[in-house]
């Protein structure tokens, strides 16, 4: 199930209540200098229980991927959650700052999603599209170009602002149709500059992908700009009752 990304970050953060918190005790030894733990060599997994706790600290990462951190809040990030494990007593107060952790959250991401679009447009050969999908042809095909009423078949890729891929038709083995003018905008106005047996990559800001609702269950947050590679395998077929 995916984690919203407030109830990720509060987790990450050490908001009072985490389920893993828990007094020191006696034998408890204080957490390891940064360094320290940076030189230790990585714990191997064993057991089924750490492989649990580890899938549980990509989960926690990947929700705060898009977020850009800097290696010093990276560190303080750490600092939270050791804080809260240890039942340290926190240096600020979480219910002061738990409700900033949703603004810093949408502030970063649109820093992240501009400097994607920014650096797109630069690509040598792209094309922003009125709409400002980025649209940059990576092999050229030769047969007929498909319209927004047309069904079409492609394989594709989708990756999110910092590279993770979050669908891919390739790994499935199997290439897609669908009426193109039945899916996200970017797709209907970058495959339709695309032809027959070409490839293409669209960058697609938020408000041409999924905007405020992205896809129950998916990674991809809310007004995320997102990054596909598109193959048009060919067209099928006129979705149109009447051909235009």
């Known amino acids: 199930m995916r984690m919203q990304w407030k109830a990720a970050l509060v987790l990450m953060l050490g908001a009072p209540g985490l389920a893993l918190a828990q007094a020191p005790t006696k034998t408890s030894k204080p957490a390891a200098a940064p360094e320290a733990a940076a030189k230790a060599a990585p714990l191997e997994l064993q057991t ?3 492989k649990t706790v580890y899938a549980l600290g990509i989960s926690l ?5 898009a977020l850009a951190l800097s290696p010093e809040e990276l560190q303080l990030l750490q600092r939270g959650l050791q804080d809260a494990v240890h039942g340290t007593a926190p240096a600020v107060d979480p219910k002061e700052y738990g409700p900033k952790i949703q603004a810093l959250a949408k502030a970063r991401l649109a820093q992240v999603n501009a400097a994607t679009l920014e650096r797109a447009a630069k690509e040598p050969g792209a094309t ?3 709409s400002g999908v980025i649209y940059r042809e990576l092999k050229a095909g030769t047969g007929k170009s498909p319209r927004a009423i ?16 979050f669908d ?3 790994k499935r083995g199997m290439a897609v149709e669908f009426p193109l003018n039945g899916v996200i905008p970017c797709w209907t106005q970058g495959v339709q500059k695309m032809k027959v047996g070409g490839k293409a990559k669209l960058t697609c800001p938020g408000n041409t ?5 992205p896809p129950t269950g998916s990674r991809i947050p809310p007004n995320a700009v997102l990054t596909f590679d598109v193959e048009l395998v060919e067209i099928p077929g006129n979705t149109a009752a009447t051909p235009q």
């Open 209 to 213: 992908a999924y905007g405020e609702r």
């Open 48 to 50: 089924d229980d750490q």
């Open 150 to 165: 047309d069904t079409v078949k492609v394989h594709y890729q989708g990756v999110l602002v910092d590279g993770t891929e």
């Open 168 to 170: 891919s038709s390739y």
């Open 61 to 65: 990462g990947q929700s705060v991927t």
């Open 128 to 130: 922003k599209l009125p």
